[in-house]
């Protein structure tokens, strides 16, 4: 991996130069909140070698370096294009492209009413477990977890069970829809725990927008773009991406399924 990173061909000198493969994380690329496996990492760093790689995640940087990266490598060096929390932080082979804020443009004073009525109706809610940070803030958004995200693995997927069978999430989101009403705000339910709140538009599509810079910068136009995600039906966090005109969609079921289409799409 290292001396791939380190050599890795130009953009412009693919074979499949004008293609571009996009994985969303959790439930993709990797368990939720787990680091890939060697297998996984090798099998892309075979993929880079014919086409541009990227991911896109609600996450930040950090948290995908801890899934993505290695301990050798920033996650930045074995993707072409880096998009957490949608692409509002994103990198270029290596390096910072502009970015978005979340809090200037909502406001200061719309900000702590949402936050607010979220931290009053998750006091509010009975569940099996409550742990700690209900409320993430993030540069493009805000992460809300009913049961906290300092949950550990096996709590996480107790939770998910749970709320499969009650629903508390998508309960979260209608109430949000109609105490906020004309905010311009989009709620995506995504991974085991958590859903997202963001500007409408500042979805996994935002990404799309540094791709489409990237004829001006090296002469690439990405005309193939394929996107592979697990949260893909409507209200999951992968579905306006995955339905979008410009991309080919391939819903997954996981890592292994994940690496298992490659294969066959690249003969890998």
């Known amino acids: ?30 368990l939720a909140r787990q680091p890939a496996s060697p297998d996984t990492l090798t099998l892309l760093s075979a993929l ?20 993505l990266g290695t301990p050798a490598l920033p996650v930045t060096a074995l993707f072409d294009f880096c998009f957490a929390e949608n692409g509002l932080t994103a990198y270029r082979m290596g390096k910072p492209l502009r970015g978005n804020s979340f809090i200037e443009w909502l406001g200061e004073e719309k900000y702590q009413e949402l936050v607010n009525f979220c931290l009053v109706y998750v006091a509010g809610l009975k569940l099996p477990i409550k742990r700690g940070t209900f409320v ?12 906290g995200r300092n949950a550990s693995i096996a709590e996480r997927n107790a939770y998910e069970a749970y709320d499969k069978e009650h629903n508390i999430r998508r309960d979260f989101v209608l109430a949000l829809r109609k105490k906020f009403p004309d905010n311009g705000l989009t709620y995506s339910i995504g991974g085991k725990i958590s859903f997202d709140v963001f500007p409408t538009g500042w979805d996994k599509t935002y990404c799309l927008k540094h791709l489409e810079e990237e004829k001006a910068i090296s002469g690439v136009e990405y005309t193939t773009i394929h996107f592979f995600g697990d949260k893909t039906f409507k209200g999951g966090n992968d579905y306006e991406i995955y339905e979008d005109k410009r991309t ?13 289409l490659l294969k066959v799409l690249f003969e890998l």
């Open 1 to 30: 991996m290292t001396e791939v990173a380190s050599l890795i061909t130009p953009l412009e000198a693919r074979p499949l130069k004008n293609t571009i493969c996009l994985f969303d994380v959790d439930g993709t690329l990797t």
């Open 248 to 260: 080919v969609g391939h819903a997954v079921g996981g890592p292994e399924d994940t690496m298992r």
């Open 136 to 147: 993430e803030f993030r540069n493009g958004m805000i992460n809300v977890s009913p049961v």
């Open 48 to 67: 880079r070698h014919k086409c541009a790689i990227g991911f896109v995640g609600g996450s930040d940087l950090i948290k995908q370096q801890e899934q």
